[in-house]
């Protein structure tokens, strides 16, 4: 499956950005997806995930009340919708999916990757 994500940009501090990932190629439904950031200088870490059927999410401690996770089956894509923006959410935003049952948060056990999304968030 292909991935392509978008909607990042500048916002200011406890503002808000939805960004979206729209997969092509094989069937989407199938696919349990991840959204994951990465800063300069910082590992790759988990920021939320949803199961193939949209029944189950996940999310990083840090991010939880403020994120929420979706997936629209019939458009092929998942969004996550970011809400009090802090200076620490400022990183690269990709989205990733693996073919599996668990909403795992370790990025190895995701096999697709999209192009990052940069999303700065000033103080």
């Known amino acids: 499956v292909q991935l392509q994500a978008s909607g990042g940009g500048l916002v200011q501090a406890g503002g808000s950005l939805r960004l979206s990932c729209t997969a092509s190629?094989?069937?989407?439904?199938?696919?349990?997806m991840g959204w994951f950031r990465q800063a300069p200088g910082k590992e790759r870490e988990f920021v939320a995930g949803?199961?193939?059927?949209?029944?189950?999410?996940n999310y990083a401690d840090s991010v939880k009340g403020r994120f929420t996770i979706s997936r629209d089956g019939a458009k092929n894509t998942v969004s996550l919708q970011m809400n009090s923006l802090k200076p620490e959410d400022t990183a690269a935003y990709y989205c990733?999916?693996?073919?599996?049952?668990?909403?795992?948060?370790?990025?190895?056990?995701?096999?697709?990757w999209g192009q990052g999304t940069q999303v700065t968030v000033s103080s």
């Open positions: 990733a999916a693996r073919n599996g049952d668990n909403v795992a948060t370790r990025a190895v056990s995701y096999s697709s």
């Open positions: 949803i199961s193939w059927s949209g029944t189950s999410t």
């Open positions: 190629g094989r069937t989407f439904n199938v696919y349990v």
